[in-house]
């Protein structure tokens, strides 16, 4: 039960005559001098000395126009509080004397389109249309008694109607008119148990908030344990990290002499002081650009066209693919020109390194197109390192990688900071089981989130 429904319950009770004691020298409220408008029927069985009575004839109606300023006349300080149907209680002040509500008893203001109920006690100036201002009469009904009714009527009723007016649908609903030394002590009860369902409502909301969070959460924890070691057993018969490394090592060389490899600068030797956790003694330590090749694509923008070939920018990357129906369009010959240098294969990977950083795709090539803005994660040699397992990798870091990404107008990480980027390298089976645990453990997380 959220704690609104653990709220409307209580006020139905109350309005039954379930939650206050009913006394029998109670005198019933007397509305034999005010003719009454036809209601609906009341929907509980009404409890001896309760009387049914009509909204516009156990309450006045105030205009409200007269006390109404606009919008851009409110003040964040001033005299007077300003009313508004909006959700906050108050919506800022004014100081202009000839628009005050002035009252001495209490009354309950109901936002026609928003269907905000509030009580005030108070002198005050009204801020929108769409505000009924409701004088409840004290000899047959009390303010606070009328504000749970009010409350109750309403319930649901946002749902109802759209922005519409929604007073037409609770104007002819039937006013429970208990003896008034019983709405009291139905007032006190209730507000003796508001605090309790404040506090279930925080509790509740922490809770609610911990359910949104833990599919993530998990799925963060899950990624964790996978590149630190933990999510499948190591097997000595699969070798070590460090030969791996050294085959992937020996065919850069071989890709550079033939030309197919750009020769890098030495990459920086890793400290202890860089190593973010412990991991298996089978594995290793490596910078990204050591196991993959890391290139960016282009960041001059071409003359866009209405036929031609998509330039995928980060804002194409969602959920794990390419949106191509929101990619704009290039010439061929620009798209050429660009994959002279960042032609995407399948079995690539996809970084936005501007703006929103992260969204790793694992490409499966159905058709031609070109990069923009991103990093690109080039496979040197399929048979020596899963991409499969660089994306989950990606996935898990790209979160610490927003953390210490530059802002000046907007986050980017450089090419030369994925470059050196920290990778933890198990032997190339182990790789593969990694993977195969993930895409099995995954999907249910994903599945939490409904």
Not at 31 to 47: A, R, V
Not at 151 to 157: C, D, Q, Y
Not at 263 to 277: A, N, R
Not at 328 to 348: C, P, Q, T, W, Y
């Amino acid at each position: 039960m959220t704690p609104q429904e653990l709220k409307y319950s209580i006020i139905c009770l109350a309005l039954q005559g379930k939650l206050a004691e009913q006394y029998v020298d109670d005198k019933p409220v007397d509305i034999s001098n005010i003719k009454q408008k036809q209601t609906e029927e009341y929907e509980f069985d009404l409890p001896e000395k309760w009387m049914i009575g009509h909204i516009e004839t156990v309450t006045k109606i105030i205009p409200s126009r007269q006390y109404q300023i606009l919008e851009s006349e409110v003040l964040k300080e001033g005299k007077y509080a300003v009313i508004s149907q909006s959700k906050e209680y108050s919506i800022g002040f004014s100081n202009d004397e000839s628009k005050v509500f002035h009252h001495n008893e209490p009354v309950i203001v109901f936002g026609d389109h928003t269907t905000e109920i509030k009580y005030v006690n108070f002198d005050f100036v009204v801020g929108a249309d769409g505000v009924k201002i409701f004088l409840p009469d004290s000899r047959i009904i009390f303010a606070k008694f009328f504000y749970y009714v009010m409350l109750f009527n309403s319930n649901g009723l946002n749902k109802v109607g759209g922005y519409s007016r929604h007073y037409k649908y609770i104007k002819d609903k039937a006013i429970p008119l208990p003896p008034l030394a019983e709405q009291k002590r139905i007032v006190a009860k209730i507000e003796e148990l508001l605090p309790y369902i404040e506090r279930y409502e925080k509790a509740w909301n922490k809770l609610e908030e911990l359910n949104k969070r833990f599919p993530t959460d998990l799925q963060k924890s899950i990624l964790q344990l996978a590149i630190q070691g933990k999510l499948v057993e190591q097997r000595p018969e699969e070798g070590t990290a460090e030969e791996l490394y050294q085959q992937i090592q020996a065919e850069k060389q071989r890709l550079i002499k033939e030309g197919k490899l750009k020769k890098e600068k030495p990459l920086p030797e890793i400290t202890e002081d860089e190593m973010p956790f412990d991991i298996p003694e089978n594995w290793k330590w490596v910078r990204l650009s050591d196991v993959v090749d890391v290139r960016d694509g282009t960041h001059d923008t071409p003359k866009y066209v209405s036929k031609g070939v998509p330039l995928v920018t980060s804002k194409n990357l969602v959920n794990g693919s390419i949106d191509f129906e929101t990619a704009k369009l290039i010439s061929f010959e620009d798209s050429v020109a660009i994959n002279m240098r960042s032609a995407v294969d399948d079995g690539d990977i996809l970084f936005a390194m501007i703006g929103t950083i992260g969204n790793p795709v694992l490409v499966k090539k159905d058709r031609e197109f070109s990069i923009k803005n991103m990093a690109l994660f080039k496979k040197i040699d399929e048979t020596l390192f899963d991409m499969s397992y660089l994306l989950f990798f990606l996935q898990r870091e790209q979160d610490e990688m927003k953390k210490v990404a530059n802002a000046s107008v907007q986050s980017f990480v450089s090419l030369s900071f994925l470059r050196k980027y920290l990778i933890p390298l198990p032997p190339l089976s182990e790789q593969k089981r990694i993977v195969k645990k993930l895409e099995e453990i995954l999907p249910l997380c994903e599945k939490l989130k409904k």
